[in-house]
């Protein structure tokens, strides 16, 4: 028997890789070879999806990317014993991309079957839970705290930190929740963790529970990843029939229960406070904060949220300890991040990588330029809210530190890469646009400031294609007060929504003024 | 034959006329627990199987969760999930987030629009296709990206969105 590999992950199926594993399964019955169809994560590559993988004594080979029309020329050059194939990529984790990568948290990610528990025990899993059960909670939170790892949804907060706020806030009841509510273009790496390992998010939701007392936990995940819903559930029914969930957890008296929550379409959602509330049924408005959701969470209660990937990092940290997760990184940004490659990217994917790689290693060494062959002008790093960096600054490390000290953010690791034929007047445009649509309504700034944001915008994009000093004074006056309302949203804004929203705008009009019809501003010291 | 006169046979008892909705709403609120934090998940339910949250049903809803009727119109109309009017018998998401304009989402959605002749959020005159924009489906190293009826595609060209399109038209459903 041999096992072929065709990952069920929602990018390659975007590609036609159902398709693909209907023809091997078609092709395999048709010739009479016992062949087993494991249906994977993706690696991560996907310029090479749908990315086929066979099992040989020597290891996995890969083939990509496959179309269904390419199924039975494979199996005439010998897909089952690795052939030689137009499409033949060798063995899988000699290819660059994958070989010059240090994958900690997404270590299992499309080598695995996902909702298999054999598999994932048989790579080294579970073994966080079993060493955090042979620990007092309060050690285990010492060594979160100890391996330096930082709030991977995008804000950095020391896990630890949260983690000990909760632990020691008296209640009855307490919850973990997971943020799987990734909102943010050019992220992907929590719905390839869920799709592609879910039983380490699992896994680390169990340890978090052990850690601060809690027997109750949430994922809310967005509506726009039906995939992600399908493999945590048949994950979680999987761990709670082996009795990795539910009560007695691995004989201990540890008791933890986790389901899955769907939203509805609405970003704010992955705000903390308003997925709270939306937990709760609600309306996703944004909470005033004190309290912190640590002290009163969900339903008043004490409550641990976290994004997928924290989480997911935690059974690596307690199964290698605090100190193999912080040697990895530099300064204050310690282990692995899971950088994700998009937009106009000729070889986009997922590069998990320690801090400190830079930009320009992953555009062009990882990305290998763009897609259309034109220069990168400009990439988006850390989502909608995050600022637009030039050319000139591809050279910054990745960390938060390095990334703060250019006005930028690594947020959640999402890199948008443009082409020289971006508009970055019109990036801005759609940057005030995106926070009206999506700005939960509970704070001025941002609900009427986007809305003004985009207006202001409008009349420079009207004016831009004039000549003339009534034109020259328009753009002038119009840019001024962009800049001021900005400073208002940012000042004034009760969440990051609309409070970062500015940044993306005013990065545009800093590293691009050409783009809104002003002079270029003296160089900067 | 006469049909039988219902309203005497029920002695005083006027006679009810359930509302087509109705069914699909009672089933929806037996599934799920009757707690408020279930409201998120029932408005799916309806909404799957309706294409639309019937603004008539929303007091029902409330009633059986013991909230406001405000409530629940403001969760209804907060989440771009929740419609009050029915989707087409198809939907077409075209994601317009950052990724997926930098490779031309923009252009796709206006070649959507044209071949639909509708705009974003329409529905086709014989209500077959709605088509609306969608801010990142997580596909974003394989932008371009859209759903039709939940099945996602990726690397979008705008030859394949034509013939996709094309595909629902052919189902007898849009007109030309």
Not at chain 1, 73 to 84: I, K, Q, R
Not at chain 1, 368 to 381: D, F, H, L, T, W
Not at chain 1, 430 to 455: D, H, L, N, Q
Request: aromatic letters at 6%.
């Amino acid at each position: 028997m041999t096992r072929v590999f065709v990952p069920r992950d929602s990018g390659a199926l975007s590609v036609g890789a159902e398709e693909v594993a209907r023809a091997i399964a078609i092709e395999s019955a048709a010739r009479g070879v016992d062949v087993t169809i494991v249906r994977n994560g993706s690696r991560g590559l996907y310029w090479l999806e749908p990315m086929v993988e066979v099992e040989l004594e020597s290891g996995r080979v890969a083939y990509g990317p496959v179309s269904a029309d390419d199924v039975s020329s494979l199996f005439e050059a010998g897909l089952l014993t690795g052939g030689t194939h137009a499409l033949s990529l060798g063995a899988t984790d000699a290819i660059p991309y994958l070989a010059r990568q240090e994958r900690l948290t997404c270590a299992r990610v499309g080598i695995i079957d996902p909702v298999s528990l054999e598999d994932y025990e048989a790579h080294q899993g579970y073994r966080g839970l079993r060493a955090a059960l042979a620990l007092a909670p309060e050690k285990i939170v010492e060594i979160v705290t100890t391996s330096g790892l930082r709030g991977r949804g995008g804000a950095a907060f020391p896990t630890g930190i949260k983690w000990k706020t909760a632990a020691a806030a008296p209640a009855t009841q307490k919850y973990i929740v997971c943020n799987a509510d990734e909102g943010d273009s050019g992220t992907f790496s929590d719905r390839m963790i869920m799709e592609g390992d879910p039983f380490v998010l699992i896994e680390g939701m169990t340890i978090a529970a052990r850690a601060i007392g809690a027997t109750k936990g949430y994922i809310y995940l967005r509506s726009e990843y039906p995939h992600a819903h399908r493999v945590l559930n048949e994950a979680i029914q999987a761990a709670v029939e082996r009795g990795y969930l539910g009560e007695r957890i691995l004989g201990s008296d540890l008791h933890f229960d986790l389901e899955v929550q769907i939203g509805a379409g609405a970003y704010i959602c992955g705000e903390e406070t308003a997925l709270l509330e939306s937990l709760e049924g609600k309306r996703g408005m944004v909470r005033f904060k004190p309290p912190l959701p640590a002290i009163e969470g969900l339903f008043g209660k004490p409550t641990i949220i976290n994004n997928v990937i924290s989480l997911a990092s935690v059974p690596i940290i307690l199964d290698r300890g605090a100190e193999y997760y912080r040697d990895y990184g530099l300064g204050r940004s310690r282990g692995t991040l899971p950088m994700q490659l998009a937009g106009n990217i000729k070889h986009g994917g997922l590069v998990e990588k320690a801090f400190g790689v830079t930009l320009r290693e992953l555009l062009y060494d990882y990305g290998g330029g763009s897609q259309s062959g034109r220069p990168i002008r400009a990439v988006q790093v850390g989502g909608p809210l995050g600022a637009f960096i030039p050319e000139a600054q591809f050279d910054t490390p990745m960390d938060y530190e390095s990334f703060i000290s250019i006005d930028a953010m690594v947020g959640h690791g999402g890199i948008v890469a443009f082409d020289d034929t971006v508009d970055m007047a019109h990036m801005a445009r759609y940057a005030m646009e995106f926070c009206a649509i999506e700005s939960c309504g509970k704070c001025t700034p941002c609900r009427i400031g986007s809305t003004r944001g985009v207006e202001v915008v409008d009349r420079i994009l009207a004016a831009r294609g004039e000549s003339g000093a009534a034109a020259e004074e328009q753009i002038e006056s119009s840019v001024v007060l962009l800049r001021d309302l900005c400073d208002t949203m940012v000042a004034g804004s009760l969440c990051a929504l609309g409070g970062m929203a500015p940044f993306p705008v005013l990065s545009a009009l800093h590293h691009f003024p050409g783009d809104f019809g002003i002079p270029s501003l003296a160089p900067v010291a | 034959m006469k049909a039988p006169d219902r309203q005497r046979s029920k002695g005083m008892l006027p006679v009810m006329t359930l509302a087509p909705w109705h069914a699909a709403v009672e089933r929806a609120l037996v599934r799920y627990e009757k707690r408020p934090s279930a409201l998120i998940q029932i408005l799916h339910a309806i909404q799957d199987e309706l294409r639309h949250v019937p603004p008539d049903a929303v007091p029902v809803i409330a009633n059986v969760l013991n909230l406001s009727r405000a409530e629940v119109h403001g969760v209804v109309t907060f989440y771009h999930d929740f419609k009050s009017t029915p989707l087409g018998r198809h939907v077409v998401r075209i994601c317009r987030a950052e990724s997926c304009q930098a490779v031309g989402s923009d252009m796709l959605a206006a070649r959507a629009r044209a071949q639909l002749r509708i705009g974003d959020h329409g529905t086709t005159a014989d209500g077959a296709v709605t088509l609306e924009p969608v801010y990142c489906l997580g596909n974003c190293a394989l932008s371009p990206a859209m759903t039709i009826d939940g099945e996602i595609y990726g690397r979008v060209t705008p030859e394949r969105l034509e013939s996709l399109l094309g595909a629902l038209s052919r189902t007898g459903t849009v007109q030309p």
